[in-house]
């Protein structure tokens, strides 16, 4: 029995050898650095200095850090308006241009909102940063223009208005590929469905709710766990922008790794924050997976 | 039909003023690349006065009133003496002087910036289309291993696969710079491009698995009973009915590896190896950065290869973007 089973691993060898590439590259980039993570964070470590072993101090550091309770609440307020964000503006828009009667002008709607992904993510943030947020940016400009003198601040060294500003970068939200997928969703319910709801008097806004939201639930649930588990990484805005500030009124948990990985050099330190926010996104993704069913589950349960 | 019509020109105006409203920065961002320092401080609002004058002057030019022509245009001898802009008098000057003058005036923001993006554009460029090819040829050689042949332990080492979607980058972001620290990889394209292969080819092999696993078993088996092999069957059958998929796997890579900033800016400290995302940074950091024409210029720049990608790509990603391989 056994030798047979080793002679149809034998005789597929040519399978084992053309995904051995994918094999190697991910064993030494990415699984060995995911080792090295867990491995990293239960000791000192400096760049060029002696690796010490100290136990859970790292964690137990970590879990008294100044900047974990401000980090967080930042970090869940990001990430709750983005997943309000990405439910409303783009499905909203989606639903719009699939509305439209003629094909041509649905076409030409999603390829005109798709032109802003070619602009960097980097200069992006920099535009946002340096042309619409600054002292004689956009806003301030425009609140001059029509007198409201008293409203122009700078929104991102402001501590009041630093989140928000943040989070109200790329407004209105509407562009990119986040359309073209609910578009997608929304092409794929039958017409039938529609007229059964006509029938019914289901109609504008009502019918929306009731009919198209349901029916596109596992885009909206793509989209929701991507915003979150980007949220609760993702550090780059921050970054480019407010480093950060003003004080710890915009630091992140994903930036304050960075920072004492790359500017105080205390690896073993950054590789515990790591963990950490594995844990946590580990933790919403099997949540998200258990209890939050897709629309096909929805239709076979019925 | 009457409401209908109704209802269209409601969402033509809704649509066009989120439109508007998306693209407006942009819309600044090229006035302004176009406008000096002094102009943008006196009116954040305004239209270049370089353009302005040139459109003045080619007019006058049409209607035979040269004479008209008046310009602040610094002489030689008043620019080895470095006499102020302001206090350069205006004088008469011919057109086509005036209007070369004016152009190289306009575009100095872009030619400045041009000088200093070039050599991150080609890198970023090469980075892109090894990384490219790196990640659509394993991705779908595994996907096509994996969706078209038995073998033990196939879907096992399929599900290993998809499980290293679940790492996120802040977990590995520190400990992936110690390895390429440890291979002594730090300054070099190799460190950007083998680890965005490893870790793009995951998705990619998801898609194309799920894309072959569509594709008829008939067309194989008559393939293969004409005697064709594991590339035949690749090359010309799994291949030439993909374009679709390819397509959305060459432009989520390509935009992921442009867009790509913390990890090169990390990695890469020897500014030959600087790609335009962490290119444009420094050049935030900068002195550049006080000279805001040459900022604007050098988003619009960064922009530009992507756009003309933009142009070919469009239609197959919109169409496999469209045919539902985004669900959860």
């Known amino acids: ?302 | 039909m009457k409401h209908r019509k109704r209802q269209d020109i409601v969402i033509h105006s809704i649509l066009f003023s989120i439109l508007f409203l998306t693209m407006l920065p942009f819309v600044f961002v090229v006035n302004n690349s176009l406008r000096s320092n002094t102009e943008i401080y006196h009116a954040f609002f305004g239209f270049p006065n370089c353009i302005r004058d040139m459109t003045r002057f080619t007019i006058w030019h049409m209607q035979n009133k040269d004479d008209l022509i008046m310009l602040k245009m610094p002489t030689d001898s008043e620019k080895t003496e470095s006499v102020r802009a302001a206090d350069v008098p205006a004088r008469k000057v011919p057109y086509d002087e005036a209007m070369s003058h004016l152009w190289k005036e306009t575009t100095k923001g872009y030619r400045y910036s041009w000088l200093v993006l070039r050599p991150y554009m080609v890198n970023t460029i090469f980075v892109c289309i090894i990384t490219m090819l790196g990640v659509v040829t394993i991705g779908s050689i595994s996907g096509y291993i994996f969706s078209r042949y038995k073998f033990p332990g196939n879907r096992f080492l399929f599900l290993i696969i998809l499980s290293f979607m679940m790492i996120p980058h802040v977990l590995t972001l520190v400990p992936s710079f110690l390895l390429v620290k440890r291979l002594g990889m730090l300054n070099s394209y190799w460190v950007l491009i083998l680890p965005s292969i490893a870790g793009g080819q995951v998705f990619a092999i998801f898609l194309f698995k799920g894309f072959f696993d569509g594709l008829p078993e008939a067309l194989f088996e008559s393939a293969r009973l004409d005697g064709a092999g594991y590339f035949d069957l690749y090359w010309h059958i799994v291949l030439p009915l993909s374009k679709q998929v390819v397509a959305v796997v060459m432009v989520i890579t390509i935009l992921g590896t442009w867009n790509n900033f913390l990890w090169p800016f990390i990695t890469n400290s020897d500014a030959k190896y600087h790609v335009v995302a962490s290119g444009l940074y420094l050049m935030g950091q900068s002195q550049v950065a006080s000279n805001f024409s040459t900022m604007f210029a050098a988003y619009i720049l960064s922009s530009i290869p992507l756009l003309i990608l933009f142009v070919y790509a469009t239609k197959p990603f919109m169409q496999g973007v469209t045919s539902g391989a985004f669900k959860a």
């Not at chain 1, 609140?143 to 630093?162: A, C, F, K, M, Y």
């Not at chain 1, 943040?166 to 990119?176: Q, T």
Request: aromatic fraction near 14%; charge should be neutral.
């Open chain 1, 1 to 302: 029995m056994k030798q047979s089973r080793l002679q149809t691993i034998v005789r597929n060898s040519a399978c084992y050898a053309l995904v051995a590439p994918t094999f190697a590259l991910l064993a030494v980039f990415c699984l060995v650095p995911f080792v090295w993570a867990f491995a990293a964070s239960f000791y000192r470590y400096e760049i060029g200095g002696e690796a010490t072993w100290i136990g859970i101090a790292n964690y137990q550091e970590y879990l008294s850090d100044p900047t974990l309770l401000p980090s967080f609440y930042n970090m869940f307020i990001l990430t709750f308006i983005g997943v309000v964000i990405t439910i409303v503006f783009p499905l909203g828009t989606a639903k719009l241009i699939f509305s439209l009667s003629s094909e041509k002008a649905r076409y030409i709607y999603r390829i005109l909102f798709l032109i802003p992904i070619v602009v960097p993510g980097v200069a992006v943030m920099m535009i946002w940063g340096g042309m619409i947020y600054s002292d004689s940016g956009l806003v301030n400009e425009t609140l001059r223009l029509i007198g409201q003198e008293d409203l122009t601040r700078g929104w991102l060294s402001n501590p009041d208005t630093v989140l928000y500003a943040v989070s109200c970068i790329g407004f209105p939200f509407a562009s990119g590929v986040n359309i073209l997928i609910y578009y997608a969703g929304l092409a794929s319910i039958p017409d039938s469905v529609h007229e059964a709801a006509q029938l019914d008097g289901a109609t504008g806004f009502r019918k929306f709710m009731l009919i198209d939201v349901p029916l596109v639930l596992s885009q909206i649930k793509l989209m929701v766990i991507l915003t979150i588990i980007g949220g609760v990484q993702g550090f780059q805005g921050m970054f480019i922008l407010t480093r950060g500030g003003p004080g710890f009124r915009s630091m992140v948990p994903g930036l304050w790794m960075y920072f004492n990985a790359f500017s105080f050099q205390r690896m073993g330190y950054a590789c515990a924050i790591g963990v950490f926010l594995f844990v946590i996104i580990l933790a919403l993704t099997i949540v998200n997976l258990k209890y939050f069913k897709s629309s096909e589950d929805l239709q076979a349960a019925k």
